[in-house]
């Protein structure tokens, strides 16, 4: 058995623009890698939920996942948010934090690179561009 920390990382998922969800799962999967890359031990919630609700086609949407994200709160020995745009609005996150915090659980905040945000904001828009002038 291993002795590292499970750390679960929350993340804004859910906008009306279907390229703020994207980004804001683009960033997390970012950040998720970089962190197992440095040897911890991540559960990336968004990553995660959005996945299985996309293969299973069921709702990817907070209230659906609420009681499975508490459970994994309870198994993960850390909190760590990325504070990206929308973390401070976000129903999910905040609920969360709210969670672990009555929990007593570590919560940690991790500001995601600008120019990652920018460069993966950049090939979103180009890519939605691209399609958008194919559907034209």
Known sequence: MSNKELIY???PYSHPDSRMVQ??????????????KEGLMIFAASMHNALLATMAGISDQ?????EYNHLM????????????EGWEQSKGVQDQIQYAKS???????IEPPHDLIKNVWDQICQSHEKMTAKTA
Do not use: G
Not at 62 to 66: E, G, R, V
Not at 73 to 84: F, N, W, Y
Not at 103 to 109: C, D, G, S, T
């Open 23 to 36: 980004l804001r799962y683009a960033v997390s999967a970012q950040v998720a890698c970089q962190l197992v």
């Open 62 to 66: 907070f209230a659906d996942w609420k």
């Open 73 to 84: 709160i309870e198994r993960s020995d850390k909190l760590m948010v990325i504070t990206m």
């Open 103 to 109: 929990l007593n659980k570590p919560i940690e905040m």
């Open 9 to 11: 990382l929350a993340c």
